[in-house]
């Protein structure tokens, strides 16, 4: 098993501009989630999906953040228009919900500066 | 809400044991506790779990108090590779899904 897919692994930006991160959960999983980590504010969950369906995004900072999961396979986390605050390392996990426990893969993470 | 608390950061000797602490009073009866660790720049990788009963696995021990308010991660034999942070984390369930809240963690230094 590949593990936890995402792309790119960094991502250098001007503000403005429309940044995309892409993550492909473990085959068979059927929960996946969105983490950014920094510096000050350590690993916060910004969203997460079961089955494809968005459960929770309220850790999701504003409205310039949206994060989509169109089949079991992929998830786009998208931020328009980006800012230097945004600049963070994006972590993309995925789990077997359903089970008694459920443990959460991590991916590489996404590197994110913006300029 | 990290539900958690660590000490920010211990030393530990190369091939001793590393015991790193967690209390967590609030936790819930079926809440589980468990630890990840992080190896700078990348992603938390997953060690070990537990609601009641002691655990081992080829990575780690997790010993769990009766009144499961606190718990600790054993790394029987530390090595240099050990050396990340590590973080206690108690998963909070509901009926559409089970969400980890990550608090700071403790910085685990290995020295040779």
């Known amino acids: 098993d590949a593990g936890v897919i995402q792309s790119p692994r960094h991502e250098v930006t001007e503000m403005g501009q429309e940044v995309t991160l892409r993550c492909k959960p473990i085959s068979g999983h059927n929960s996946l989630f969105w983490y950014r980590q920094t510096m000050m504010r350590g690993l916060e969950l910004l969203i997460y999906f079961n089955n494809n369906v968005p459960i929770d995004d309220s850790g999701m900072p504003e409205d310039r953040f949206s994060a989509k999961m169109p089949n079991a396979s992929f998830s786009t986390l998208k931020i328009q228009p980006s800012e230097p605050r945004d600049s963070a390392v994006y972590f993309c996990?995925?789990?077997?919900?359903?089970?008694?426990?459920?443990?959460?893969?991590f991916g590489p993470g996404t590197r994110l500066t913006v300029l | 809400d990290a539900k958690t608390t660590q000490p920010t950061s211990m030393d530990c000797a190369e091939g001793r044991a590393a015991n790193l602490p967690c209390n967590h009073s609030?936790?819930?009866?079926?809440?589980?506790v468990y630890w990840y660790r992080q190896i700078h720049s990348q992603g938390p990788q997953y060690i070990i779990h537990?609601?009641?009963n002691n655990e081992t696995n080829e990575m780690a021990s997790l010993i769990i108090t009766e009144d499961r308010k606190s718990s600790t991660l054993i790394l029987p034999h530390a090595t240099l590779r050990d050396t990340a942070v590590y973080y206690c984390?108690?998963?909070?369930?509901?009926?559409?899904?089970?969400?980890?809240?990550f608090g700071t963690g403790t910085s685990l230094t290995v020295i040779p």
């Open positions: 537990g609601l009641k």
């Open positions: 996990a995925s789990s077997l919900f359903g089970l008694s426990t459920d443990t959460q893969y």
């Open positions: 609030t936790i819930s009866g079926n809440e589980y």
């Open positions: 984390i108690v998963r909070v369930s509901s009926n559409t899904g089970n969400q980890f809240y």
